[in-house]
């Protein structure tokens, strides 16, 4: 095995990153009725139909949620987007809120360029949610649709996210 890969291999074992580590993810059975946890990272309720779908990460814990014809995609990590502004961006709107004691900030924006045919984005950030050895642990949740309807109702269930 060459060097590289067992630094890499011993690296993720004292850190613990898994590197498929949203396939354990699930519904906790003692959780509200249509909530969905990641467990060790966040919980949402995304409804009783929403499935986790299976998504191999390095450098942080990443994957995708179905919820009905949108996919909402979460990075927990030291690299999470804060979904900053780019050239493109049509009404960017950022607002910083506290959700379930945090400081956060949701974005919607509008692109017809960004996000291949889904123009209405909506994205929930946290900025801090504890240090590790990689420097903070950051969350970030987002979903681009079809529809400013659709965007509505994902942003709905992005407000009710439950940080671990």
Known sequence: MPVWRRTLAAFLAITGVAVAGCTQAGRDESAPVGELTIPGRFSLRAGATATLLPVTAIDSAAGRIRYGDAVIEYDHGPYSDPFEPIAGDEAYLARDI???????????????????????????????????????????????????????????????????
């Not at 919607?108 to 960004?114: E, P, Y």
């Open 98 to 164: 506290v959700l379930d004691g945090r400081p956060a900030r949701i974005v919607t924006l509008h692109s017809a360029t960004r996000f291949a045919g889904r123009p209405f984005f909506v994205g929930l950030h946290f900025p801090d949610l504890g240090a590790t050895s990689l420097g903070k642990t950051r969350l970030s949740i987002y979903a681009a649709t079809e529809t400013a309807q659709a965007r509505a109702e994902i942003e709905r269930v992005l407000l009710t996210v439950r940080p671990r």
